[in-house]
């Protein structure tokens, strides 16, 4: 069985940076992709970034490109979400998800990690 472990959320001021990483094991798939999603209070779930391992090519919403990056580290089996330049709106929390196939929807992935706090606040 599977299993995805977040950590590295926290309080952070706008403007700064934190890592978020997510420890994968259990997982045996040749072609995988994997990412995350968030959830602010009173919103839907959105796809903030994802990698597929068939071409090593990355997803990432609009609202984030150029500040957060995506990563694996394939011997630790740990995956990366560095967030850099934060805003508020980035507050949430933030889920690491995995599943055969890329999708941007929520229900494209079967596997979810418990999330971790981020707070961007001054």
């Known amino acids: 069985q599977g299993q995805l472990v977040e950590s590295g959320g926290g309080l952070v001021q706008p403007g700064g940076s934190l890592r978020l990483s997510c420890a994968t094991s259990?997982?045996?798939?040749?072609?995988?992709?994997i990412g995350w999603f968030r959830q602010a209070p009173g919103k839907e779930r959105e796809g903030v970034s994802c990698?597929?391992?068939?071409?090593?090519?990355?997803y990432f919403i609009d609202t984030v490109k150029g500040r957060f990056t995506i990563s694996i580290d394939n011997a630790k089996k740990t995956m990366y979400l560095d967030m850099n330049n934060v805003k508020p709106e980035d507050t949430a929390v933030y889920y690491c998800?995995?599943?055969?196939?890329?999708?941007?929807?929520?229900?494209?992935?079967?596997?979810w990690g418990q999330g971790t706090q981020v707070t961007v606040s001054s």
């Open positions: 998800v995995t599943a055969n196939f890329f999708s941007e929807q929520p229900s494209g992935y079967n596997y």
């Open positions: 259990g997982f045996i798939l040749d072609y995988y992709a």
């Open positions: 990698l597929t391992s068939s071409d090593g090519s990355t």
